[in-house]
Structure formats: structure tokens, C-alpha cells
């Protein structure tokens, strides 16, 4: 299981910041790549970027110079940062699994609920 | 990026009914195409990953096809809990990127 925990309300220009719990599997299982995936409103889905449970980490190109995503092992989560948020970040954020599977890229099999996030002054 | 083009935007159905559903990528992405089922207020669930696996616990009436550019999920006889909208996913690519979703909803 996947959940997200953070603020529902941020102000523009402040920083985002997100936890995922994992449960019921090891976040250091070399097959998973932990991802955070959102959902503007009423629109589709977008992906943020992943982390490996060694701290690799890597970003969607149009969100790089925003964000930034952490692992602690000890706890069994990771984190993600969103920096100068906006009005256009207003969005569902979900934590994910993603499987490589014999490709280099991912398909999500285990997704957190979400949790809600709204900029607004 | 690679884009995902899912038609139609909306597919009007009653129960009992076959549902076909189309992806289409700007460039090729192999069969590294995934389904997700998305119900109101719940989060998105794999369907079929590369193109024509099922995931664990889907149901055999759902079912991919296609390679290349070209991809379909199929339903073979609609039930009242299939009613959501379906998005597709390439992983063939950087970055991964899903389509805009089509809605399956109640004739």
C-alpha cells in the first residue's frame, strides 16, 4: 500500500512538500522505482519523476528545474519537493510504484489514493 | 515527448455491450503501452501493461492489442463496474507519457 501525506493548501511561490508511506513491501525491492504522478482537475495525468531506493532520481524535463525527490529506507518512504509553486500547480498527487519489467521505462502498478493540493493565496 | 492520442473522447454504451477503445502514439513505442481504469475520486488501476498483459486481478473480458503506433483495449461485455475513464501510458519513450482519456459512460 501507497499513501500520501502533506498540506492541502500551499500559497503561490511556496514549496510543496509531499511524503508516501510504503507498506506491506520493502522500499529497497530492486524491481520498484518510486514515482509521483498528478492530475490537474478534470484533466489527465502527468509524470513527475521517480526514485530509485539507492537516491537515483530522475525528472519529466518540463518539471526539472522545480522539483526534487528524496528517499529515506529507514522509513520506508520517500518525498517529493515542488518549488515556486503556482495556481497552475493546483492538482491531485499520487505516489506510485513503477515496474521496469525488461524495458528501461515503466508501467505504474500500485498507486496511492492522492492527495489534493490547491494554491491559493 | 511522445503523445498519446485516445478516441473517441467519449463512448456512450449500455451494459452487455462491447467496448473498443483506441490509443495512437506520434512515434513508435514498441508494445510498451499500458490501460489504466480511473473511477471518480479513486485512483488510477492498471489494466494491461505492454500492450496485452493483464494485471493481477483484472478481468479476462478486458483485453489490448496493437504495436507500433497503434493500440486497443477492448471489453468484450460491458459490466455496471466498468463504467470510468480509461487512459493510456507508453513507457517506450522518455518521458512516460499517458493520453488525455477516453470516458466510457452509460447510454
Known amino acids: 500500500q501507497l499513501q500520501e501525506s502533506g498540506p492541502g493548501l500551499v500559497k503561490p511561490s511556496q514549496t510543496l512538500s509531499l511524503s508516501c508511506s510504503v507498506s506491506g513491501d520493502s522500499i529497497k525491492h530492486g524491481a520498484y522505482y518510486w514515482t509521483w504522478i498528478r492530475q490537474h482537475p478534470g484533466k489527465g495525468l502527468e509524470w513527475i519523476g521517480y526514485?530509485?531506493?539507492?537516491?537515483?532520481?530522475d525528472y519529466n524535463p518540463s518539471l526539472q528545474s522545480l522539483v526534487s525527490m528524496s528517499i529515506d529506507t529507514s522509513k520506508n518512504q520517500f518525498s517529493l519537493k515542488f518549488n515556486s509553486m503556482t495556481v497552475a500547480d493546483t492538482a491531485v498527487y499520487y505516489c506510485?510504484?513503477?515496474?521496469?519489467?525488461?524495458?528501461?521505462?515503466?508501467?505504474?502498478?500500485?498507486w496511492g489514493r492522492g492527495t489534493p493540493v490547491a494554491v491559493s493565496s | 515527448e511522445i503523445v498519446l492520442t485516445q478516441s473517441p473522447a467519449t463512448l456512450s454504451l449500455s451494459p452487455g455491450e462491447r467496448a473498443t477503445l483506441s490509443c495512437r502514439a506520434s512515434q513508435s513505442v514498441s508494445n510498451y503501452l499500458a490501460w489504466y481504469q480511473q473511477k471518480p475520486g479513486q485512483a488510477p488501476r492498471l489494466v494491461i501493461y505492454?500492450?496485452?498483459k493483464r494485471a493481477t486481478g483484472i478481468s479476462a473480458r478486458f483485453s489490448g492489442s496493437g504495436s507500433g503506433t497503434d493500440f486497443t483495449l477492448t471489453i468484450s461485455s460491458l459490466e455496471p463496474e466498468d463504467f470510468a475513464v480509461y487512459y493510456c501510458?507508453?513507457?517506450?519513450?522518455?518521458?512516460?507519457?499517458f493520453g488525455q482519456g477516453t470516458k466510457v459512460e452509460f447510454k
Open positions: 506510485a510504484r513503477g515496474r521496469a519489467a525488461g524495458a528501461t521505462y515503466w508501467y505504474f502498478d500500485l
Open positions: 505492454d500492450a496485452s
Open positions: 526514485i530509485y531506493y539507492s537516491g537515483d532520481a
Open positions: 501510458q507508453q513507457r517506450g519513450d522518455w518521458p512516460p507519457t
